[in-house]
């Protein structure tokens, strides 16, 4: 596991000094032109991969006048994101709801954190090999639950979420206890391996389709289309007002560039297959990605979607301060967010 272990070090370097919060809050805002984007790992963030591939923010920016340079930058885990967020490491920030959400909250009135827009909706697997783990209330003390951030990412919220409907809200945070943070590519290793004392990953596209086909013995224990009542927009990217409002340009050629990407997916789904196994360097076969491209419950979309049951259910256990009255309140207002829900 030696490259997650350099990984967790980028981010534990990107996080230092993050006790300084009166520094934090005034981080300087740098001018037009540069765009610094932290992504994660997974087709959730094939947007992003495509238009890095097809350099689209580049080319949107030429038509404003600006000449864009994009630094992209690859962490792991919604607490690495928000750290680099805050520190001013970062310009666009990728992760799941749940930290979003999280970011909201904490950030409102200071930095005002707010959703730029979802990268689609992605119906999230919890996997598992253990034979005896057919639902949540088998998980045991010896079970070992991998994903990217405990109790921080929309994976962790998820499983709250789910604990809180089979237990009560008194125990949704029930099975925080067997949860270790580890990405993507690393748990799916460990359970197709069976090797490690990891024997469960709540996972992500197309990490869940390679271990459920890299080992007979893994098994869906849950999907968390079921506990959210439908498609939902898992991840998504955010920013701050103040990059938001000082960088129009930027930031409306980073849009622009996303809708590019989107109808690039939509239209050449080959495109975008090659375009994120070039960026990716993922060894995936080619084949099962296009399937999952075409698969209709993979839904490549800017708009929000059904994120408020989430941010209803933080609220309510206390995990945020702020009652959010809707989509609005946590994304940006613009067009594509406006019928967000």
């Known amino acids: 596991m030696r490259p997650f272990l350099r990984r967790r070090g980028t981010a534990a370097l990107i996080a230092l000094g993050l006790g300084l919060g009166s520094l934090l809050a005034s981080a300087p805002a740098h001018a037009e032109g540069k765009l610094r984007i932290a992504q994660q790992f997974g087709i959730v963030y094939l947007l992003l991969n495509v238009a890095q591939d097809q350099k689209l923010i580049e080319a949107q920016g030429r038509k404003l006048g600006v000449e864009i340079d994009v630094e992209w930058v690859q962490l792991s885990g919604g607490a690495a994101v928000n750290d680099a967020l805050l520190a001013g490491s970062i310009d666009i920030a990728g992760a799941g709801v749940g930290p979003l959400l999280t970011l909201w909250d904490r950030s409102k009135g200071r930095q005002d954190v707010k959703g730029v827009a979802s990268l689609g909706n ?3 697997y919890l996997l ?70 990891i024997n469960a990953h709540f996972s992500t596209p197309p990490f869940q389709q390679q271990a459920l086909a890299g080992n007979p013995k893994v098994h869906v224990v849950l999907n968390s289309y079921d506990v959210l009542g439908g498609p ?39 495109l975008a297959a090659d375009a994120y196994q070039r960026v990716s360097g993922a060894k995936i076969d080619r084949a099962l990605l296009l399937s999952l491209l075409r698969d209709p419950q993979i839904q490549f979309k800017l708009t929000p979607q059904n994120t408020l049951t989430l941010a209803n259910f933080m609220h309510r256990v206390g995990a945020i301060k702020n009652k959010p009255a809707g989509v609005a309140d946590y994304f940006f207002d613009d067009a594509h967010n406006a019928a967000g829900n």
């Open 122 to 124: 992605f119906p999230y």
């Open 128 to 197: 598992s090999h253990n034979p005896k783990v057919r639902t949540i209330e088998d998980f045991g003390d010896g079970d070992r639950i991998a994903l990217p951030a405990v109790g921080v990412s929309v994976q962790s919220r998820i499983l709250q979420l789910a604990s809180a409907q089979r237990w009560g809200d008194a125990a949704y945070n029930r099975l925080d206890k067997l949860q270790v943070a580890v990405p993507h590519p690393d748990a799916t290793a460990a359970l197709i391996s069976g090797g490690t004392e």
């Open 232 to 270: 939902s927009s898992a991840t998504v990217l955010y920013a701050t007002r103040k990059f938001r409002s000082e960088n129009p340009k930027t930031y409306q050629a980073f849009v622009a560039a996303l809708q590019d990407a989107v109808r690039l997916v939509q239209g050449q789904p080959e």
